[in-house]
């Protein structure tokens, strides 16, 4: 049976097995005069019951799907005849791929050595068998585990706890996802940076002014020995971010205090939806809009008061990211400047103090910290942000602070290293890695501050 | 008792007892208060003397903070509440669109039922209003007003040494002495006080209570208060609220002792509220 008919039947057993469990509780508490005599609620010994049924038989299922194709693999590969045994880990998987191919049909028998579609006929035999052996097993370990929990149910035994016992492991489950994953993404980019830092030395490519990652091909090749300096990349991130910032952060925040303060019910029921839906245009649109009508305007306007402007500036790019991330700042400043309590507000105005005044004095330093919190999430969002900057601010590495000259950013290089065909162990490909590992850090850096800053802060009113 | 329905002994606009004064500080006539379409204040006409303090007592949802705010505009910013009738202070009227309410609540000051301090050092929150009304000319006069004002709230030995500390700090009666501070900052004439030892422990209730007497001298004293024990140890005059009514107002001593009317009597003899 296939992985998805399987669940399904999961779900049924694990339903029923609620259901008895539930009834058999209730049947217990009839004689005892009432479920009020149990130790806990029906509902609890059916959803410990159902916990047993469910969560062993799911956990056989994840790891056999987990392992099944490895195992099938090595025992195809190991059955093959010795004059068709790879010689190589990449033979191996050419292979494989040969012969599933052969299984699943896409390549005719005629084309390959019998021992390849005997194999093929093999992998199949052994992917049915273990199809077979899943479904059972798993249906097996269901039944099995509603069964023992289904007699174990007693009237002195307390479900409940172990019921939210179990909730809470799960829930604790579901957050370490996300602290893995983390801690996975930052494993894959470490070990691909320390390869990176074998071929190019930590110092050139940190303290490096010039960044052109072609090296060469051939070894007779001319003007392509590489350049790994970072500084031009980052620079050009943080213009383009500061731009971004100098744009997004005035108006994001004084929206927000329209919004929050003076607004009527009704405006403010219109524009925020509104604002807010700036923040899901795609980049990629926001990237059109930059190159093909701001930037343009910008050399125009450039060219009018007789500077030099190329066609693609950092300005056009900052700008554009600007009024991305202005949802980002006005949504989160609203509801911040909404939090401030009403007591604040009345204990201002009964002093005779204006609602501006109130504003800046009281309400503004109030929210401060979750104000800098959000400012600081949107400069993280604003470093990393890629579309905007390959369209409308180009490819150069320029060591510039003007803003009207082309710059580049460290994601744009690090698409550019990765796009095309590459092969995967050029200090090239790997520089990637490195601005990705660079990028993390300081992100992370920024992260770390704008939570200690919001904490630091939080305890203040109230 | 039914209390949601009209009572018999309650007549539109009619107060028992003693309600005007030949020198008042606020003529109130005809007050009515709209929520939307529901009426909370219905037709109170009361004078409150010069430096009088008055109390406001009655059950929950009388109407008696809803009146207080009328006082100094708080209701202005509830957008569906409009008042209607005559208020004036010092013959001037409180709703006149020319009155400049930011003058008017200089003047008229507010003590809330829960301390809310601002997020800011115990100085800055006594140095609020002086600053905004620009009361001082030099940091030294600043200093004297702050320390004046914490000396007629009660506070100033406790907190001198710790001027510059948060004020959320403070203990909770501290915390409600601090805005009774921060109100006369300003020199107000009135002070409105909302239930102001509501959340304190009978100890900060008593040394506000001392504090309202000692006030009691410079100032008009408004206070709405759930403990009618309150009420007769601070008040020279009290009014009794009932559903949006202004059923009497006498001198306490006479309010507690031989109500006039018979909704009053039921209230302080605690046979509903």
Known sequence: MQPANLLPLIGVLIALVFALGYGKSRALAAPLGGIRNLKSLPFYYGARAAIWCGLPALAVLAFWLGFENKIIQTLVIGGLPAELQPDSAGRASLVLSQISNVASGALPPDFVPPGIVAAADRLQGLRADSRLLMTLLVIAVAVLGGFIAWTRIAPYINAREKYEATVQRLLFACAAVAILTTVGIVFSVIFETIRFFGKVPFTEFVFGTSWSPQTAIRADQVGAEGAFGMIPLFVGTLLISAIAMLVAIPVGLLSAIYLAEYASPRARKIIKPLLELLAGVPTVVYGFFAALTVAPFISGLAAAVGLEASSESALAAGLVMGIMIIPFISSLSDDVINAVPQSLRDGSLALGATQSETMIKVIFPAALPGIMGGILLAVSRAIGETMIVVMAAGLAANLTVNPLETVTTVTVQIVTLLVGDQEFDSAKTLAAFALGMMLFIVTLALNVVALRVVRKYREHYD | ?273
């Open chain 2, 1 to 273: 008792m039914n209390m949601h329905m009209e009572h018999p002994e309650l007549e539109y606009g009619k107060t028992v007892g003693n309600a005007f004064s030949a020198d008042p500080k606020f003529s109130l006539r005809d007050v009515e208060v709209y929520y939307g379409d529901t009426q909370a204040i219905k037709g109170i006409s009361l004078d409150i003397a010069r430096n009088e303090v008055i109390s406001f007592i009655g059950p929950s949802g009388c109407g008696k903070s809803t009146f207080l705010r009328c006082l100094n505009r708080m209701n202005d910013s509830i957008d569906i509440c409009s008042v209607r009738g005559r208020l004036e202070l010092d013959g001037r009227d409180l709703y006149d669109p020319k009155q400049d309410v930011v003058e008017l609540r200089a003047r008229v000051g507010m003590v809330f039922q829960k301390p809310n301090p601002f997020p800011k050092s115990i100085y800055d929150n006594v140095a609020y209003g002086p600053r905004i009304h620009g009361l001082a000319n030099r940091k030294a006069e600043l200093d004297e007003m702050v320390e004046n004002s914490l000396r007629k709230a009660g506070l100033w030995n406790e907190v001198k040494d710790r001027l510059d500390r948060p004020a959320t700090g403070l203990s909770g009666g501290q915390q409600q002495r601090l805005c009774i501070a921060r109100t006369i900052a300003v020199s107000p004439e009135v002070v409105l006080m909302d239930e102001p030892c509501s959340a304190l422990d009978p100890i900060a209730t008593a040394r506000i209570e001392e504090l309202i007497s000692e006030l009691s001298e410079n100032f008009t004293i408004i206070i709405v208060t759930h403990s009618m024990q309150q009420a007769a140890r601070v008040s020279d005059r009290t009014a009794y609220f009932h559903l949006g009514h202004l059923v009497e107002v006498n001198e306490t001593n006479k309010v507690f002792t031989a109500p006039e009317h018979s909704l009053t009597e039921s209230y302080i003899t605690g046979r509903f509220g």
